[in-house]
């Protein structure tokens, strides 16, 4: 986790104070020396690490499955094995795109992107997530035809297909599972490959009924039952992405609890117009207005190291922007209703 923490620009005559024209001081100095703070090299070489060669090796592993499964698919007659197909083709895409997010993220902040390209993976979840999404609906839709117009199926290619789809989906996952733990872009990546192991296995299982037993509706059942595993996990992930794309607040961080720790430290009247968001899984940031007592704006440094400790170590918040004020807003709502 990242740790910023803002200090006030020092005025230069230090007998002005904060009732005449500098009564607001906007604070936007990072330093790293007076509290503790950890940069995560460890998180972010595994990061390029996944990025790099396993994240390259699970796209080729998805092209090739892809298609293994169209033309298995077509010459068994399979619907199941063609809607995997087509799922783990959106998975080698995805991967393309969680590939190109990571790169983004990289790259430093300029004067066009001045937060950087952080929230590139971000994106990349909710395309991934809404491509899926869209697949299953599809597939879901193309199973029900099945159902009013039954096909004959070649079970035991359809095993074959299906194993061999198995296997690379297998390698696939084991390569990006340690990264899914913290990263949602990898997590949406994790989880194509995830659904489309279970789909395989359970194209299999179907493959066994239909060789020995005939029984065709298999077939479009277990490819309902793989659209509706897809759509809850990534319903899951559309929405988590959305809701960091819309700005909206870390689920786990209390603004009563920010206001409460906030009010509590001496010579704070309080805080409002407080906006906080997340750039990323790992980036919180967080700006307001505190409306403190008349004071120097030389004095308000101790105040504003307190304030950060609170931020960071309570509330996990990487980056704030603190606005000081003496009673100049009309008021002092908690969120500014703009």
Not at 312 to 329: A, L, R
Request: hydrophobic fraction near 45%; glycine fraction near 6%; include cysteine.
């Amino acid at each position: 986790m990242f740790y910023y923490f803002l200090f006030p620009l020092i005025a230069k005559n230090k007998n002005t104070d904060l009732s005449e024209n500098t009564n607001l001081t906007q604070i936007r100095k990072y330093t790293g020396n007076k509290m503790p703070h950890n940069h995560s090299h460890n998180h972010l070489s595994d990061t390029r690490n996944i990025s790099g060669k396993r994240l390259l090796i699970t796209m080729s592993l998805n092209f090739f499955i892809t298609i293994a499964e169209i033309i298995g698919g077509i010459f068994a007659g399979s619907l199941s094995l063609i809607s995997d197909a087509l799922h783990n083709f959106s998975d080698g895409i995805a991967i393309i795109i969680s590939y190109i997010a990571v790169k983004n993220k990289e790259k430093p902040s300029n004067y066009l992107h001045t937060f950087g390209y952080k929230r590139s993976e971000i994106l990349a979840a909710f395309i991934n997530s809404a491509t899926l999404i869209v697949i299953s609906f599809y597939l879901f839709y193309e199973a029900v035809i099945r159902f009013i117009n039954p096909v004959e199926v070649k079970g035991g290619l359809m095993i074959t297909v299906a194993s061999i789809g198995l296997i690379a989906n297998v390698i696939g996952t084991l390569l990006l599972k340690k990264g899914s733990k913290d990263n949602l872009n990898l997590r949406s990546a994790y989880f194509h490959l995830l659904s489309d192991a279970f789909s395989s296995a359970a194209v299999i299982l179907g493959g066994v009924a239909i060789y020995y037993y005939d029984i065709y509706w298999l077939d479009p059942l277990l490819t309902i039952l793989i659209s509706i595993y897809i759509l809850k996990e990534s319903f899951s992930i559309f929405k988590d992405s959305t809701h960091v794309l819309m700005e909206g607040a870390p689920k786990e961080i209390s603004l009563k609890d920010i206001k409460k720790e906030i009010e509590a430290i001496p010579q704070i009247i309080n805080i409002h117009h407080v906006h906080i968001w997340a750039l990323d899984e790992k980036n919180i940031h967080l700006e307001a207005h505190i409306n403190i007592e008349d004071m120097l704006v030389s004095e308000t440094g101790k105040l504003l190291e307190k304030i950060g400790k609170v931020l960071s170590e309570k509330f996990k918040i990487t980056h704030f922007t603190i606005q000081f004020e003496c009673d100049v807003c009309k008021t002092d709502e908690l969120i500014a209703m703009e």
